[in-house]
């Protein structure tokens, strides 16, 4: 399974970015997908799950209200929306894919996610 990641780069606090990531995992419906984020020293966290049906999500405290996770199984990609962005969301972004046998099931530790992207770096500049 191999996933791809883009959308990253420079953005000023309050931007606005996307970041989209595309994966060959399948069947899609069966992978719960993830973005996470890795600050320099600091330990992978997790930021946004969505389930493989679809209509679940689940958000980490400091991006909620602000990162929206969305998912297109037609198309096989799920894309992070960030919005008001923080000095502090400047770190590199991974996506990830896990096998769930429910489509309904939500992962949101990065050791229940067994396939991962090579990450995509976002510096927040203030």
């Known amino acids: 399974v191999q996933l791809q990641a883009s959308g990253g780069g420079l953005a000023q606090a309050g931007g606005s970015p996307r970041l989209s990531c595309t994966t060959s995992a399948r069947p899609y419906s069966h992978y719960a997908m993830g973005w996470f984020r890795q600050a320099p020293g600091k330990e992978r966290d997790f930021v946004a799950s969505?389930?493989?049906?679809?209509?679940?999500?689940r958000y980490d405290d400091s991006v909620k209200g602000r990162f929206t996770i969305s998912r297109d199984n037609a198309k096989n990609t799920v894309l992070l929306q960030m919005n008001n962005l923080r000095p502090e969301d400047t770190a590199v972004y991974f996506c990830a894919a896990g096998f769930t046998s429910s489509t309904r099931v939500s992962l949101t530790s990065a050791r229940e996610y067994k396939y991962w992207g090579q990450g995509t770096q976002v510096t927040v500049s203030s």
């Open positions: 969505v389930t493989g049906s679809g209509d679940i999500f």
